[in-house]
């Protein structure tokens, strides 16, 4: 017996290519609006608006650089969202708000967690991080939230990693 071919029927390759051109619609939209998102984040993330606002003491900041755990990457919001980000201030600010303090030096700030790694190569090269914990607990908010700051005089730079800010 000879293999009889079956012809297949129109309505599938209709059905076919509707399925098919609508996942390349989807696909390609959501592609467009990650580009468009993710040029939107970048000018959210040098915005220092936040800082300013929930630091008074030490801005306004000239500019930054920050990332936060509620990224557009995240899947899920954290309870405890955290930020993180290196913000110039204006030449002198670092001198005269440490002056008088007992601050000693730091470790550079640790930029390997899976949203602060974005900060790499942002900071100022080759700074000399103090911490001055009278000055952490003046300028951090009340609690549940924590702040800690790593100061270089030199470039008038504050490194800042809160939770719950």
């Given at each position: 017996?000879e293999?009889q071919r079956?012809?297949?029927?129109?309505?599938?390759?209709?059905?076919?290519?509707?399925?098919?051109?609508f996942?390349?619609?989807?696909?390609?939209?959501?592609?467009l609006?990650?580009?468009?998102?993710?040029?939107r984040?970048?000018?959210?993330?040098?915005?220092?608006?936040?800082?300013?606002?929930?630091?008074?003491?030490l801005?306004?900041?000239?500019?930054?650089?920050?990332r936060s755990?509620?990224?557009p990457?995240?899947?899920?919001p954290?309870?405890?969202p955290?930020?993180a980000?290196?913000f110039?201030l204006?030449?002198g600010?670092i001198?005269?708000?440490?002056?008088g303090?007992?601050?000693?030096?730091l470790?550079?700030?640790?930029?390997t967690?899976?949203?602060?790694?974005?900060?790499?190569?942002k900071?100022p090269e080759?700074?000399?991080?103090?911490?001055?914990?009278?000055?952490?607990?003046?300028?951090?908010?009340?609690a549940?939230?924590h702040?800690?700051f790593?100061l270089?005089r030199?470039?008038d730079?504050?490194y800042?990693f809160?939770?719950?800010?």
């Amino acid at each position: 017996m000879e293999a009889q071919r079956r012809a297949v029927p129109r309505s599938v390759w209709v059905v076919t290519g509707v399925f098919a051109a609508f996942w390349a619609v989807v696909l390609g939209g959501c592609t467009l609006v990650v580009q468009r998102d993710e040029a939107r984040a970048e000018d959210r993330y040098t915005s220092t608006d936040w800082f300013d606002e929930v630091f008074p003491r030490l801005g306004p900041a000239v500019s930054g650089t920050w990332r936060s755990t509620d990224g557009p990457r995240d899947l899920l919001p954290s309870p405890d969202p955290g930020l993180a980000g290196f913000f110039r201030l204006p030449p002198g600010r670092i001198a005269e708000l440490t002056a008088g303090r007992e601050c000693a030096p730091l470790a550079a700030p640790d930029l390997t967690g899976y949203w602060q790694k974005e900060l790499a190569g942002k900071g100022p090269e080759g700074a000399s991080w103090i911490g001055c914990p009278s000055l952490d607990a003046e300028l951090a908010p009340q609690a549940p939230a924590h702040a800690s700051f790593w100061l270089d005089r030199a470039s008038d730079t504050v490194y800042v990693f809160g939770i719950d800010l």
